[in-house]
């Protein structure tokens, strides 16, 4: 993802950036000495970003968005309409997506996560980044791949081939196992994260005295209400304020 603006980006670039959102995005962008034009997340908006509100000079400058549902940190999904939408906006002002789907596995309330790429046109305008540290327990293992339009994948093998040259093979047979293998611990460890999860907002909402809304994935446990918050909280959370 940090390589991505490297490649597609010359300095005088727009991103398009998701506010709030993971900061791996501004690195790149910096790398690449593009510039970045944020995209207000908003619960009104269900986190989405309003296509509609981005000014006419950036939708001329950008070349590249970061899109990421499950979302980090809202916790937010997004529907298939929304991806659809987000195609056409792409093709409208010839920008590449990158969608970032690291918690793509993980949906709860019986809820399964969309996926960029089940947009149609999807692969004619961006990629999908997938890691295996969330699904599979495999953080700092640094293996994860991209899937998507067949020029930016080849641009992006090309970058690697020359700075990483390749990822040591124990890692990569860790990853072929886990991923071919049965899934059940994926399922066991999504419903250990939604028992988490219920068990975070039980807390809260016993504090706060009032319902609060359960939304998907948030490994932190994200919180857009700090209003019912009292400290101390006995548990790892993350605040935006109002
Ligand atoms: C939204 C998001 N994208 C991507 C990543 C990258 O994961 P990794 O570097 O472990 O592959 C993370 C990790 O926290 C994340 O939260």
């Known amino acids: 993802m940090v390589q991505l603006p490297q490649i ?30 944020f995209l207000p997340l908003k619960e009104d908006n269900r986190f989405l970003p309003d296509y ?14 970061f899109l990421n549902y499950p979302n980090n940190p809202t916790s937010a999904t997004a529907p298939l ?22 918690y793509g596995a993980i949906g709860f309330d019986g809820e399964r996560p969309v996926s960029f790429l089940q947009a149609e046109g999807a692969k004619d305008v961006g990629i999908e980044f997938y890691t295996l540290s969330k699904t599979y ?11 998507g339009n067949a020029e930016i994948i080849s641009m992006i093998n090309l970058l690697q081939d020359y700075i990483y040259v390749s990822l040591f093979g124990g890692i990569q047979s860790a990853a072929a196992a886990a991923l ?17 999860r219920n068990a975070f907002y039980d807390t809260l909402e016993h504090i706060g005295g009032r319902r609060v809304p359960r939304r998907a994935p948030s490994l932190a446990g994200c919180l857009c209400r ?11 959370c993350c605040v935006r304020p109002r």
């Open 8 to 37: 597609l980006l010359n300095p005088g670039d727009v991103c398009l950036v998701p506010d709030p959102g993971y900061p791996d995005y501004w690195s790149g962008v910096a790398l690449a000495k593009a510039e970045m034009s």
């Open 52 to 65: 509609e509100a981005i000014s006419e000079e950036d939708r001329r400058r950008a070349k590249l968005i």
């Open 81 to 102: 309409s929304f991806y659809q939408e987000t195609v056409e906006f792409a093709q409208r002002n010839g920008i590449v997506v990158a969608s970032d789907f690291a």
């Open 137 to 147: 327990n495999m953080a700092g293992w640094r293996v994860g791949f991209a899937l």
């Open 180 to 196: 071919t293998s049965p899934q059940d611990c994926v399922d066991e460890l999504v419903a250990r994260y939604e028992s988490r």
């Open 226 to 236: 700090p209003a019912i918050l009292q400290p101390p909280l006995p548990i790892c």
